[in-house]
DNA sequence: TGGAATAATGCACGAAAGGCATCGATGTAC
DNA sequence: GTACATCGATGCCTTTCGTGCATTATTCCA
């Protein structure tokens, strides 16, 4: 086999069709510069230059060859860059997976930051619920989740996106849409309640269950998609536990209502990446969200 | 700077994912490799290969120097291979100047066997007259001529193509088309004759003065192209010589007459090329040729 | 806990590359 | 016509690099 200095020798010489010339621009002396495209002919075993102790010049052999050595030139220079720049975060191929509640606030905004301060990096979006993203994250599927849970599983890191009110939606002829003062959370009792599913949402269900008195009895769904609950909402089937986010979802015969007594951002929106993972941009990523 | 054979070694550990079976691949042994690709990955700066000790694996900036690695391998392996069909001649380009006279007949015929023969090798076709061949020759900017000459100079090399017989082109009332008797030399003497350029159809003015008796009182033109001659010969302004291959040309109003005292095949055709020429494309359409 | 698997490392040898000096051939000038 | 300049090739020496053998270090698995 041959060496790209033999390919880079043979470039200078047939470009400045002189030895000693080329010699120069490769820093280095004409006699070795000689036994290197000696090397390159014995190997091809063709003469690609014409030698007249005088002038050279190209055969038509070296002509088709001197195609070939520049693109070798052109990709073996750019070989170990590419590889540099996917290294450090520049380039590369981010797989995010998120909850279709996220999609409703953060996510929209999170792609155009990236898009905008690391236009390097391709983004694969693939809507999963939360448990389905630790899954693939473990597996390396993903390289970064957007999900709710409280305790992230071992290998799996976190950092709180965003945390925000939860907020109660309504009918908007329901008693509690209609009272003449502030709504509290005691008020929720006895009311026909859509709530999400102990297994299937089951960051949602401990949290409403931590901050309210919960009669099961009158639990009439259990579900895990917020846009289904808030649309059994409009159809007066009962009230639901919503984000606050969720309110920019402006769906006809719906109340969004506040709790008086429950001012903290409870609801708590993740990222979520697996601490093995090697993928550079994903560095980058999460450098950019912090800011 | 890298080698090739480093990325050989890399690609071979990348599609086995280990070091002990692309060593054997390579028909090395596995210390060498690992060093190998040691000293690639210091050259590029980055990881490419995350080994954990019992499995090895691509890192994304080791996938996208795989991509352009594979490319690598596949145009240094072309390289020479393209370089050794020039110079065995099975591709090339080759330039031919031929003579408008030469493509009434041989040049479409030369043609299809160039391409059958050789389907590797691209013909760039030039009318020129037989000067214009001998100058672009000189200087390199045609590989093969043909056209007529009776002595090629310095430096031209010459072989005959085609010999064919010298025929009169003369008007269909011309007394000597309406003859009952076969046709001579002398018969000619008299008449008004379209005659070849002494100075741009040297070749046809020495052939016809050397075989037949012209009173130069009868030329009433000198021309150097055969089509020009025989369409004033279709309009009555006299007769003309012609190789026997222009009597293909079926021009309404001529009639082609051979000489019985002329029988030989004196009017030449050959292929010219210079003796300097290093396209081994030439060389093959020569002894394409001589079959 | 011991053995198998696997990549890395130490060491020695031979090949290759580079620099310096020189040769050989060819064109140029007086 | 002879002396000189130019330029690629060659001889020789030193240093670097690639390779194989033997061994080590680590991890997985029984």
Request: negative net charge.
């Given at each position: 086999m041959y060496t790209l200095d033999q390919v880079k020798c043979f470039v200078a010489v047939a470009s400045h069709l002189h030895f000693g010339r080329a010699a120069e621009e490769l820093s280095m002396t004409q006699p070795p510069l000689s036994r290197q495209i000696q090397k390159l002919e014995r190997f091809v075993g063709v003469t690609l230059l014409e030698r007249d102790n005088r002038r050279v010049s190209l055969t038509p052999a070296g002509e088709a060859f001197l195609v070939n050595a520049r693109m070798l030139l052109a990709v073996s220079d750019r070989a170990p860059r590419d590889a540099q720049r996917i290294a450090a975060g520049q380039w590369g191929r981010l797989s995010v997976g998120f909850t279709a509640a996220s999609g409703f606030g953060i996510l929209g905004s999170l792609v155009s930051v990236i898009e905008d301060r690391l236009p390097g990096i391709d983004l694969d979006l693939h809507e999963m619920v939360t448990g389905s993203q630790l899954e693939n994250l473990a597996e390396g599927h993903i390289d970064l989740g957007i999900g709710r849970l409280e305790v992230p599983p071992q290998e799996i890191e976190s950092e709180l996106l965003l945390a925000e009110r939860l907020m109660l939606a309504a009918p908007e002829r329901h008693p509690l849409a209609l009272l003449d003062r502030p709504l509290h959370?005691?008020?929720?009792?006895?009311q026909p309640l859509i709530l999400h599913s102990a297994t299937k949402a089951t960051y949602f269900y401990n949290l409403i269950v931590r901050h309210f008195p919960i009669d099961?009895?009158?639990?009439?769904h259990s579900l895990s998609q917020v846009l289904t609950m808030v649309n059994l909402v409009a159809d007066g089937h009962g009230i639901a536990f919503v984000p606050e986010?969720?309110?920019?979802?402006?769906?006809?015969g719906v109340r969004y209502l506040a709790f008086a007594d429950l001012t903290d951002d409870v609801v708590e929106l993740k990222a979520l990446w697996n601490s093995?993972?090697?993928?550079?941009a994903l560095q980058r990523v999460l450098s950019v969200i912090r800011d």
């Amino acid at each position: 086999m041959y060496t790209l200095d033999q390919v880079k020798c043979f470039v200078a010489v047939a470009s400045h069709l002189h030895f000693g010339r080329a010699a120069e621009e490769l820093s280095m002396t004409q006699p070795p510069l000689s036994r290197q495209i000696q090397k390159l002919e014995r190997f091809v075993g063709v003469t690609l230059l014409e030698r007249d102790n005088r002038r050279v010049s190209l055969t038509p052999a070296g002509e088709a060859f001197l195609v070939n050595a520049r693109m070798l030139l052109a990709v073996s220079d750019r070989a170990p860059r590419d590889a540099q720049r996917i290294a450090a975060g520049q380039w590369g191929r981010l797989s995010v997976g998120f909850t279709a509640a996220s999609g409703f606030g953060i996510l929209g905004s999170l792609v155009s930051v990236i898009e905008d301060r690391l236009p390097g990096i391709d983004l694969d979006l693939h809507e999963m619920v939360t448990g389905s993203q630790l899954e693939n994250l473990a597996e390396g599927h993903i390289d970064l989740g957007i999900g709710r849970l409280e305790v992230p599983p071992q290998e799996i890191e976190s950092e709180l996106l965003l945390a925000e009110r939860l907020m109660l939606a309504a009918p908007e002829r329901h008693p509690l849409a209609l009272l003449d003062r502030p709504l509290h959370r005691s008020d929720v009792t006895g009311q026909p309640l859509i709530l999400h599913s102990a297994t299937k949402a089951t960051y949602f269900y401990n949290l409403i269950v931590r901050h309210f008195p919960i009669d099961h009895h009158m639990i009439k769904h259990s579900l895990s998609q917020v846009l289904t609950m808030v649309n059994l909402v409009a159809d007066g089937h009962g009230i639901a536990f919503v984000p606050e986010s969720t309110s920019l979802l402006k769906i006809p015969g719906v109340r969004y209502l506040a709790f008086a007594d429950l001012t903290d951002d409870v609801v708590e929106l993740k990222a979520l990446w697996n601490s093995q993972s090697r993928n550079p941009a994903l560095q980058r990523v999460l450098s950019v969200i912090r800011d």
